[in-house]
């Protein structure tokens, strides 16, 4: 019984020190920004594995992270549907900057991720762009530290 313990007690405390000493600094203390930027940039090298509809899945479920994450907005955990309803009826956190920008930006994700679009492919290089615009927008419309945890 002692050598078992004494085995899993060891064996534990391999993982606890591997998981210590493989974490990625850069991951831990990136801003909400750039961990969006380094997501876009996996998303666009996976462009040719990734049917258009995933493609725009992606790029746009990176976004809409970045917004929650960054402005404690919950167009997370929204449909389009909801969010422009939401923000007809009540507004949102987001940067007024951006808001018309991410209506359009997702209309046009909800053309490609759903609309069987013969042209789908065509509009994924575009969809990008934009969302790495909008990111580009919040991060200048605020001052430093507003927005963040």
Request: hydrophobic content about 40%; glycine content about 4%.
């Amino acid at each position: 019984m002692l050598p078992t313990l004494l085995l899993l007690i060891g064996g534990l405390v391999w993982l606890v020190l591997f998981l210590l000493r493989n974490r990625d600094p850069r991951t831990r203390t990136a801003s909400p920004a750039v961990r969006a930027g380094r997501e876009f940039e996996s998303i666009e090298r996976r462009r040719d594995e990734l049917a258009p509809n995933a493609f725009a899945l992606a790029v746009s479920e990176t976004l809409k992270n970045y917004l929650a994450e960054r402005f404690r907005d919950p167009v997370r955990y929204e449909t389009t549907e909801e969010f422009l309803a939401r923000l007809s009826r009540e507004g949102t956190r987001l940067p007024p900057v951006a808001q018309e920008a991410l209506q359009a930006f997702l209309l046009s994700a909800e053309e490609v991720k759903f609309g069987h679009r013969a042209d789908a492919a065509a509009w994924c290089q575009p969809l990008l762009q934009q969302a790495r615009h909008l990111v580009d927008q919040c991060e200048s419309s605020v001052t430093p530290g507003a927005g963040q945890s």
